[in-house]
């Protein structure tokens, strides 16, 4: 397994992942005000209140920003090719209005209500208000690489569209899960490279194109950014099963209690054994799931092996993806940057 050394314990000095992130959500916050400026007044209201700069009467809000992983890895890989933030900032804010417009339309399918400690779109200005104002950071999205970079703009707005294209497979693949009684790890595998692989994926790859990248090597970081994309999603499961709530902002056991078929119960239900016979009889009850037969749930995934079984998962990911990072010749310190951010994304107090 990769080691880095992340900056010591001091916590006034700000580790190598983090100050890419920080970089990023600066750079990356500031365009997409001045991105966003240009949506129609209605567009422009809805998205500003989903990214939190005011409030749902266009008042000036501060609420907490997303974390802003995709632009950090657009930013971090097209300066490991050699490039210049100006010229890769444009596709970190591209990039960062695709996986919004997923957002704003995740919280309609999902039915969640709060997002980031704050309402949803949809569930302050309805349902049709939600659709629409995913729509056009979408269409937005491909505006922007087009205007910012016109002499290359055209082929990355066709890979980031053919990459809108597998988020939204693998999120009809998520959703068809839920109605399945049987789903393998590897069909899991297939669902979380498209649904979350595929953007970050493309983040890495557009980056490095935008700095002027050759093919193979954006397409060796494309590799990178989805394997990345692979570990982070399992890592989110085993968060949504056993991680400190107080710690991730995360409700510990809601995908249980939905009886979504995350890596750790795949895992678990596929392992075999008493633990997990019991945990396949409480996915197939009709009626919902008390606190109680969460928990008791949880404790069954971790008997059945899923827990160890989804980190060893996540940690062949993550090896997959630093080779791929390393087949692309990064620049010493954007790889140091990029390595640091990888560790962080999957290594999050579960």
């Known amino acids: 397994m990769e080691t880095l050394d992340l900056g010591g314990t001091d916590p006034r000095v700000q580790r190598p992942g983090e100050r890419l992130l920080s970089r990023a959500r600066r750079s990356v916050d500031e365009a997409l005000r001045e991105f966003t400026g240009d949506l129609p007044p209605g567009a422009k209201l809805w998205s500003g209140f989903h990214f939190g700069w005011w409030d749902e009467r266009g008042r000036p809000d501060s609420a907490r920003p997303g974390k802003a992983l995709r632009p950090a890895l657009a930013l971090g890989c097209g300066e490991s090719v050699g490039g210049a933030a100006p010229d890769i900032v444009p596709v970190g804010a591209a990039v960062e209005l695709v996986h919004n417009f997923s957002l704003i339309h995740d919280d309609v399918i999902d039915g969640d209500r709060t997002r980031r400690d704050r309402p949803t779109v949809w569930s302050i200005f309805g349902v049709p208000a939600a659709l629409l104002g995913g729509d056009a950071l979408l269409v937005h999205a491909c505006a922007v690489l087009a205007r910012a970079l016109p002499e290359r703009g055209m082929p990355l707005v066709r890979r980031l569209c053919g990459t809108v294209q597998e988020l939204i497979e693998g999120q009809a693949m998520d959703l068809a899960f839920e109605a399945r009684d049987e789903v393998s790890p590897e069909e899991y595998t297939a669902m979380a490279l498209g649904k979350t692989g595929s953007l970050m994926g493309a983040a890495c790859a557009l980056g490095a194109l935008a700095a002027g990248s050759e093919r193979p090597r954006a397409d060796h970081l494309d590799r990178f950014g989805r394997a ?123």
């Open 228 to 350: 990345l994309g692979l570990a982070f999603q399992i890592t989110d499961d085993l968060l949504g099963l056993f991680g400190d709530a107080r710690v991730t902002g995360k409700p510990v056991g809601a995908d249980l209690a939905r009886r979504k078929k995350t890596y750790p119960v795949l895992a678990a239900l596929t392992a075999g054994g008493p633990a997990a016979a019991e945990l396949a009889e409480l996915y197939a009850r009709p009626e919902p799931l008390t606190g109680d037969q969460v928990a008791h749930g949880a404790r069954l995934v971790e008997r059945a092996g899923g827990r160890d079984l989804a980190r060893e998962a996540a940690r062949d990911a993550l090896e997959q993806a630093f080779g791929h990072l390393d087949a692309a010749e990064p620049l010493p310190g954007p790889r140091r940057d990029l390595a640091g951010l990888a560790l962080m994304m999957t290594d999050r107090s579960h």
